[in-house]
């Protein structure tokens, strides 16, 4: 214990025992040496119980000096950087001969592409080997006269409760390469023939036949949403996608007992009709004029129609005689051939009074339009009969005296004439091959420098040719219900789809079946 003694410390100790357990005789006061205050020390050794004796270099006391020395900053920094050992047996020739591999982009792909091509290959060779084709898939041709072929309904329009207009697209695309390749050969619009397919009912195997027409519906995003409705345009074939990738359009009436025409109006769009063709039902006569002039095939617009410039120097400087005119008799979707003549390729190059019949107006409405244009073309004149007007029915008026053909084929003159001889007979065949290997240049040789006049356009031209008097017809045509065609020209015979004799009001005025056809 220490105590303050007249300005120092004094240090009293008090020892309970002495020496080898002996109590002190008196308490004794012992004052401290102030040279050994000053140099008091902490004894390194203690007791034996006490930690490890420590030097005055020990870590704690170093750790627990003060560093006293300034920071001076580095003006440049040594990166350092830290490599795990080497591998077992890797060595130096080890590390120049297994060089790590490069991955790059088609090392990545390439693997996935070969195996997309063996699954595809893998998945083609299945379907061919253990699933059949489909009817008209593999295909050459857009039409098969002994082959159904599948087509889509694509657009159907609703004219009145009973007619229809239904746009088919084909199903499968096999068919354009060797159709776009010779296209002039296969296509399927020619003016010069008269065709129809047949539309198939599957579930009772019945068959009917309906004339198309080159026609197809224009869509767009506002059609589809149903803002607008499609509009109807004449297929031409001056785009790449010749004949708009064999769209066609059917007119149909539905009949209450007719099978086929109600399962071809119950129809919806997306569904599959199966069509056969071409049959072609009739075949217009030759005439000379064909291998020197087309006629410009008709377009939505007739200012867009070319127009036939120099056609009677044609025709006078090759000694031809014109073309003959006809009479077409239609009644209800009859019509349709006459249209499909009209609005094909190389349309008809005579002039056609078309006599129109029908129950009502309106039974042909969208296809008014072309028959307008037709009209301002020259090309046709309309003749509308309707049973719901008395005074516009079909009477003895609308029917005319044949006028004689101003040109006879020598075939024609076979077909037409029974009691020839046969010295005739063989110099008629000589002439039709003769006429056959006639080529254009030969037909023109005796070309002269008068020029005619020149148009614009077929429908500037047709304002001067309206104006000339129409010569007689030497053909007529009859297409409808069979009464219609009953009244007009005759029965046909039923039994064997022959023509039959003509009767009716044409055979009043002197018809023949040299002259006049039933469809």
Known sequence: MCRPVYGQWRAIRFESTKKNGEKPENNEVSTPN?????SFKVKLTTSASAPAPMDGNSAVQHLMKKNNKPYIPRTSHERLSYEYPGLPNVD?????????????RWSRYIPKILTAIVFAWGAYTVKVWF????????????LAPHQFHPFIITHKQQIDDDHYLVELMPK?????????????QKSIWNGDRIWSVDVM??????????????LYFMKSEYTRSGEKEPLLRVVNNDGDDYDKGGVMCLYVKKYGDGEVSRYITSKEVGDELKLRGPNVEYKFPYHPIKKLHERPIFRDLPSKVEPETGLEKLYRRNKLPPFDNMNFYAAGTGIAPILQVLLSKNPYRGFVDLHYSAQKPGEIKPLERFLFFLEKLDRVKVHHHYDSDKKTVLSNKDFTKPV?????????IEQTESNLSEEDALKLRLLILKDEETTPKELTEDSTTERGPRYENALEQARETSKIPKKGASLSIVCGPDGYVSYVAGDKLAATNEQGPIGGKLGEKNWDNTNTFKL
Do not use: C
């Open 172 to 184: 499968f695309k096999h068919w354009q390469y060797s159709y776009y390749a010779h296209y002039d």
């Open 201 to 214: 009912h599957p579930q009772i195997m019945v068959v009917r036949a309906y004339t198309p027409l080159p």
């Open 34 to 38: 102030s040279h050994e205050v000053s």
């Open 131 to 142: 699933f059949p084709p489909e009817d008209g898939e593999d295909s050459k041709e857009l």
């Open 92 to 104: 130096d020739f080890n590390v120049k001969t297994n060089k790590p591999k490069v991955v790059s």
């Open 404 to 412: 004689p053909s101003e040109y006879l084929s020598p075939l024609r």
